[in-house]
């Protein structure tokens, strides 16, 4: 058996298979999902080993459990753990919950090293096993490498299933053709990261990474360093607007992870993701992108979409291009580049659950559209295929902080907001020099106050502002039944 620290869990090989910096200590981030699941876990272990009637124990199980969240999660709890019970009731089996794992193991460089897969809890009948993942999210398939070691080791008297408590079902875990080669990937991934354990690899990822206030991806504006007694939120872009017009609704998306009204399991792509798609893949290390024949060969790009829509992507492209020709030397190095900056000041938190001092960390993150150099001056160019907005400001001061630090410009940062539409584009261009940068700073600390006031496990401690933003709320039915 491979010694602990040689042993990785398939959670810990999925994120060092996105990025290897992504595996550290663990932070004080908040991750709400996290855990109510691991409260809700805890309350069904109660519940399984109290021999009390069943509407004692679930009582007990829920007092003992969810006593400290607003009436809120209370209620997502409770339900969460009926639907557990009904897909399964208890029975005469033995119950264990603790260590289950299946291990796949390898000899890498003379040392054996493990990949786990973990469940939560083990039901046993005259020596037939059931295994249980339980899984709250709505997608409840086990991951690939998961199903992989599951093949691999299953034996005869075993079954293995999710609970997924959001579709109120069981599923097997269904397995998997090839886990060998499964496996031996992974290992690879392993391989790769046991030689360089610190490299980065920003993406999509970064969302839900709790390393990002350590990594360097979004540094430290107004601070040296940070510790394990701050407590931490990350806000999107997207978030960091909605927060503009209501607290309640971006603190219940990235401290509470509220349930969206509006889940929404596939969306088409829309003409404006196409046009910011296609112009990315153009214009990107491409210094000829200013020449009638390149522009041209944008219509190669878009081949596959009907005639309409390729006639307004074009157009719209020859809008962009006009504009950027406006900018000599100008050289567009990456598209979707994530920045963003991490801010700290004095808030609450929960000790001993009391309500305390405490430092909190606000974690900024963007991604915009393409960034590059003009001459020496880093430049971050937003496209837009809708008119400006007061909140465009925001965005490019977020930009600007974070490409100060991440681009490492000591003099000025360029920020460019290019609407463009089927006849006509326009730019907005923002410089920012060392004042300009200051005032960004003073204004995110401002912002940082909201976030800081939040009470862990209190959904209803931020404020809210109703207004016409509330038509589009992912949260306006739970909203108003809260007022
Ligand atoms: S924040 Fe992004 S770049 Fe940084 S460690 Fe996490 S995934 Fe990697
Ligand atoms: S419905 Fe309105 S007041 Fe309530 S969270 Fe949403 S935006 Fe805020």
């Known amino acids: 058996m491979p010694d602990r620290d040689n042993t990785y869990s398939t959670n810990q090989i999925k994120k060092i298979s996105q990025c290897h910096s992504s595996l550290g200590k663990r932070t004080r981030l908040a991750s709400p999902k996290l855990d109510r699941w691991k409260d809700l876990n805890k309350a069904i272990i109660d519940w399984q080993n109290n021999d009390a009637l069943d509407e004692t124990s679930i009582k007990v199980a829920e007092e003992n459990n969810f006593q400290f969240y ?38 890498i460089d ?91 690899n920003p993406g999509k990822q970064c969302d839900y990474c709790d390393q990002s206030s350590r990594c360097g991806q ?15 939120v990350k806000i999107s872009k997207t978030n960091l607007v909605k927060l503009s017009n209501c607290e309640r609704r971006t603190a219940w998306n990235v401290q509470y992870g509220l349930p969206r009204e509006d889940y929404v399991e596939y969306e088409s792509e829309s003409t404006a993701t196409k046009f910011h ?36 992507l074009f157009l719209k492209y020859q809008q962009l291009v006009s504009q950027l020709n406006n900018y000599d030397d100008l050289k567009i190095k ?22 305390v001092d405490q430092k909190v960390a ?21 496209l837009k295929t809708r008119p400006e907005t ?19 410009s000591e003099s000025e940062i360029i920020v460019l907001h290019i609407y463009v539409s089927d006849n006509k584009a326009t730019v907005k261009e923002r410089r920012f ?25 209190d959904a209803l401690s931020p404020n809210y502002t109703v207004g016409e933003w509330c038509e589009y709320c992912e949260f306006k039915n739970t909203c108003s039944e809260y007022r």
Not at 74 to 97: D, G, Q, V, W
Not at 218 to 224: C, E, G, H, K, V
Not at 362 to 382: M, V, W
Not at 390 to 408: F, H, I, N, V
């Open 70 to 107: 607003d009436t809120i999660q209370k209620k997502i709890l409770s339900e969460l753990f009926a639907r557990f019970r009904t897909i399964y009731p208890k029975r005469n089996s033995n119950f264990n919950h603790e260590y289950l794992v299946k291990e796949a193991v390898k000899e």
């Open 110 to 200: 003379g040392e054996e090293y493990g990949l786990t897969t973990h469940f939560a809890y083990e039901f046993e009948d005259e020596n037939h096993f059931e295994y249980i993942k339980l899984k709250t999210a709505h997608d409840p398939e086990p991951e690939l490498i998961d199903r992989a070691i599951i093949t691999k080791l299953k034996t005869d008297n075993e079954e293995f299933y999710t609970a997924a408590i959001e579709l109120d079902d069981l599923v097997e875990i269904e397995s998997v053709e090839n886990p060998d080669e499964i496996i031996d990937e992974y290992f690879k991934i392993l391989e790769e990261y046991l030689i360089e354990r610190q490299k980065r």
């Open 218 to 232: 979004f540094p430290l504006i107004n601070a040296d360093k940070i510790t394990n007694r701050v407590r931490e």
């Open 277 to 312: 798609q296609f112009s990315q893949k153009l214009l990107v290390n491409n210094e000829n992108f200013s020449e009638k024949e390149n522009i041209e060969s944008f219509n190669q790009l878009t081949n596959e979409e009907d005639e309409v829509t390729r006639e307004q």
């Open 334 to 355: 990456e598209a979707e580049y994530i920045l963003g900056f991490t801010c700290i000041i004095d808030g609450k938190g929960l000790r001993d659950g009391k309500i």
């Open 362 to 382: 606000t974690i900024y993150t963007g991604k915009s559209d393409l960034a590059g150099r003009l001459g020496k001056t880093p430049i971050i160019i937003e």
């Open 390 to 408: 007061p909140e465009d400001l925001l965005e490019a001061q977020l930009y600007a902080l974070g490409a100060s630090e991440l681009m490492k």
């Open 433 to 457: 020099g060392v004042s300009e940068l200051e005032s960004a700073k003073a204004k995110f600390e401002d912002i940082s106050k909201k976030t800081a006031s939040w009470i862990p496990f």
